[in-house]
C-alpha cells in the first residue's frame, strides 16, 4: 500500500501533535511508520535481521530523533531518510559480522603451538602414575590426592589434612616436580 | 521484543519535544557564539599593525570575506546534514564560496608566478599557522559538534567534516587578522592546507563525534 498525498498530510498531523506530547496520535503514528518500515526493509538484503527487526530499529531512532521533523517539510521524506539509514546501518553490521566468520571445515581443538597439544601423545600410563603417587613422600602425596583427585579447594584440603594452606601449596608444588621427573624417565 | 509492546512503550513515554530550529537559524546562533571566541583569540595575540590598510584592499578583502563565507555556508550544510529529509544539494552549499576563495588565492599565485617566475621558491616554512588556526577554531569545533549532537547522526563523517570545515574557516578568518601572511602560495599552502587537513581528520573521525542514542524503553 503505498502512502498517497492525504496519508502524507494525516501522518504529518500526527507527527505535529506527537512532537507537543499527545501519545494517542504518537501511538497512531508509531503504528503506520511500521509497515512503511518493514515494507521498505523488505526489498533490501539484511542478512540474518529480519525486517522487523529493522522496524523496530526505525521506531527508536524515530522516538530518539523526532525533535528534527520540521512541521513546514513532508513528513514522508523525514520518515523514509531515517529508514534507509537505519537499513544501511543494518547491512553493515551484517556484513562486519560476516567478515569476522571464519568457515573451516574441521574445527581446531586446541591453539596450534606444540606446547599446547601434549594430548595428542595420550594420556599416559595410569599405572604408572598411580605408582609414582604412592612413591611420593606422605605430605606431598596427601596433597596430591586431597588437591588433584578429590579436587578440593585449598582451604577444604587443609581443614581435611590440618596441614596449613602454605604448607599444602609448597607440597603440592613440589609433588607436580617430583611426578614430572619420575613420569618423563 | 514485541513491535505492539515497543510502540506502546514509546508513546507512554513521550513528552513534548524543543523543536530543532531551522539550518540557517542554528548557523546563526553558531555563528554569534563562535565570533565571541574568535574576537578574544584575535585580542589576545593582538589585531595586525596593518589591518587598517589591509581593509580597503580589495583582494584581501575578497579572499578573508570568501572564507567567511565557506564557513557560514559549511556550517549551514552541516546542519542540514543531522535533520532527516533534506534535499542532498544543501551538503555541497560551501562549494561555490571555496571556490571563490580559492580562486583569489590561484590568482595570487599566479600573479606571483609571472612576477618571479618560480613560485615553489617562495615557500618557506609557517608553523604558526597550524597551531593558531587550532587555537581559534577550537572554541567553534566544540559548539559545532555540541550543536551537531542535537541532530539526527545520519552521515557522522560528513556532518563532522563539514563542521570542521566551518570552524577552520571562522579560524582562518581570525588568523587573517592577527597573523602578517599575505603571500598567495603560502596562504594557500599553510592557511588552506590547515584547513583541508583539519576537515578530513575530523571527517575520519566522525562517528566517535555522531551516534545513534538509542534507549529502549522495555529494556531490550
Not at chain 1, 1 to 28: F, I, N, S, T, W
Not at chain 1, 83 to 104: C, K, L, P, T, Y
Not at chain 1, 129 to 148: S, V
Request: hydrophobic share 50%; proline share 6%; charged share 20%.
Amino acid at each position: 500500500m503505498m502512502v498517497g498525498d492525504q496519508g502524507e498530510e494525516e501522518l504529518a498531523a500526527l507527527m505535529r501533535a506527537a512532537q507537543v506530547g499527545d501519545k494517542v496520535a504518537y501511538l497512531a503514528l508509531l503504528k503506520r511508520i511500521e509497515p512503511i518500515a518493514i515494507r521498505m526493509a523488505r526489498r533490501r538484503w539484511l542478512g540474518s535481521q529480519t525486517p522487523e527487526d529493522v522496524a523496530q530499529d526505525v521506531l527508536l531512532s524515530v522516538h530518539s530523533v523526532r525533535h528534527t521533523y520540521d512541521p513546514g517539510r513532508a513528513f514522508l521524506p523525514w520518515v523514509r531518510t531515517i529508514i534507509h539509514n537505519r537499513m544501511v546501518d543494518a547491512q553493515r553490521r551484517e556484513i562486519r559480522r560476516s567478515e569476522n566468520i571464519v568457515f573451516v571445515e574441521e574445527p581446531p581443538e586446541t591453539f596450534s603451538k606444540d606446547h599446547t597439544n601434549w594430548l595428542d601423545v595420550g594420556p599416559g600410563d595410569p599405572e604408572e602414575l598411580t605408582r609414582a603417587i604412592a612413591d611420593l613422600p606422605p605430605g606431598q602425596r596427601q596433597a596430591i590426592e586431597l588437591l588433584k583427585l578429590k579436587e578440593l579447594s585449598l582451604k577444604e584440603a587443609a581443614a581435611a589434612s590440618g596441614m596449613s594452606v602454605g604448607a599444602l601449596k609448597v607440597a603440592v608444588h613440589r609433588a607436580m616436580n617430583s611426578l614430572r621427573t619420575a613420569l618423563s624417565k | 521484543m514485541d513491535s505492539a509492546e515497543l510502540m506502546r512503550a514509546l508513546a507512554d513515554e513521550a513528552q513534548p519535544v524543543r523543536r530543532l530550529r531551522s539550518p540557517f537559524a542554528r548557523m546563526a546562533i553558531w555563528f554569534l557564539i563562535s565570533i565571541f571566541w574568535v574576537a578574544l583569540v584575535v585580542l589576545f595575540k593582538g589585531v595586525r599593525p596593518d589591518l587598517t590598510a589591509k581593509l580597503v584592499d580589495a583582494r584581501w578583502m575578497l579572499e578573508v570575506l570568501a572564507a567567511l563565507a565557506t564557513s557560514l555556508m559549511a556550517a549551514t550544510a552541516a546542519f542540514c546534514t543531522v535533520v532527516p529529509g533534506r534535499p542532498k544539494w544543501e551538503h555541497a552549499m560551501p562549494l561555490l564560496p571555496a571556490s571563490v576563495w580559492l580562486g583569489v588565492l590561484a590568482v595570487g599565485c599566479y600573479q606571483a608566478w609571472r612576477q618571479s617566475g618560480d613560485l615553489v621558491a617562495q615557500i618557506t616554512p609557517d608553523w604558526a599557522c597550524f597551531p593558531g588556526i587550532v587555537m581559534t577554531g577550537i572554541g567553534p569545533a566544540i559548539v559545532m559538534v555540541a550543536m551537531l549532537r542535537r541532530g539526527a547522526p545520519l552521515s557522522p563523517r560528513l556532518s563532522i567534516a563539514l563542521g570542521a570545515l566551518a570552524a577552520a574557516a571562522l579560524a582562518e578568518v581570525g588568523l587573517r587578522l592577527f597573523h602578517q601572511q599575505d603571500a598567495s602560495i603560502m596562504v594557500l599552502v599553510w592557511q588552506g592546507g590547515t584547513v583541508c587537513l583539519l576537515s578530513a581528520v575530523a571527517g575520519l573521525s566522525g562517528r566517535s563525534f555522531l551516534r545513534w542514542k538509542l534507549k529502549s524503553p522495555i529494556g531490550i
